[in-house]
């Protein structure tokens, strides 16, 4: 039987995975609409390209990111790939909100749905009333990842953010839960990673010595790796919490 009174004087942290897990989002960057919208605002700036070409630059410049990477799960930023295809286009200098706002109006038009999980808020109160010290670690894009956060009234509740777009690789890469629990002050026996994917947020989050609570996903071993609890509904995390420590 688990010692859980022992347990509970070792954890400290909780890191979370952002989307799949805090954020239920659905996208589509394949829909033709997104590339003839983003076409015509893009011609208010006097950046001359039609849709197709857009869509064609697009996906060249990700997998140029990508495959220009050294990095074994390499990661891209979008504002940069916004940043090279409206100098290349364009028929001027484009300042940093400028670019940015373009990247955050290609996102808008390739949500087609986005929220918080039920019993998301209720939770973060709960735990961050208590002595849990908690964090983002995500597969993201800052350009506009961090305005989602600020829609959704996530900020208030997360000392900080480890973005993968920050760094140019992304999970299961270790060095990102690394770099997470040392800003948290943190060791990875007293860390606890609440995450939706198996492949990416299991593993790494094993190979970094955290604990791994699996969200939404089939209870079962990945690569070696086994979930230490699963959960599909957020009014079961701290019972769960509690069980661990």
Not at 54 to 76: G, N, T, W
Not at 207 to 213: D, E, H, L
Request: some cysteine; overall charge positive.
């Amino acid at each position: 039987m688990p010692q859980v009174g022992t347990q509970a004087q070792m954890k400290k942290a909780i890191f979370f995975d952002l989307y799949g897990t805090l954020i239920d989002i659905k996208t589509d960057e394949g829909d033709p609409w997104v590339y003839e919208t983003l076409s015509k605002y893009f011609s208010y700036y006097a950046v001359d390209i039609t849709p197709e070409e857009l869509k064609k630059a697009y996906s060249e410049e990700v997998q140029q990111s990508l495959k220009s990477s050294r990095e074994m799960h390499p990661e891209i930023d979008v504002y940069a790939i916004f940043h090279t295809i409206m100098h290349k286009y364009g028929m001027r200098r484009y300042p940093r909100n400028i670019v940015a706002g373009m990247a955050m109006l290609f996102r808008s038009l390739t949500r087609k749905h986005f929220g918080a999980f039920p019993g998301i808020y209720d939770v973060l109160v709960s735990i961050t009333e208590k002595r849990y010290r908690t964090a983002i670690i995500s597969d993201a894009q800052w350009v506009f990842t961090e305005p989602e956060i600020l829609m959704l009234g996530l900020e208030r509740f997360f000392r900080f953010k480890v973005l993968s777009s920050r760094f140019g690789f992304k999970k299961p890469d270790v060095r990102l839960f690394k770099l997470a629990m040392e800003r948290l002050g943190v060791r990875p026996e007293e860390s606890v990673y609440i995450g939706d994917n198996p492949a990416k947020d299991l593993v790494g989050s094993k190979k970094a010595g955290m604990s791994f609570i699996l969200f939404g996903s089939e209870c079962r071993a990945y690569n070696g790796f086994q979930p230490d609890r699963c959960f599909g509904n957020y009014a079961e995390l701290e019972n769960i919490l509690r069980e661990i420590g």
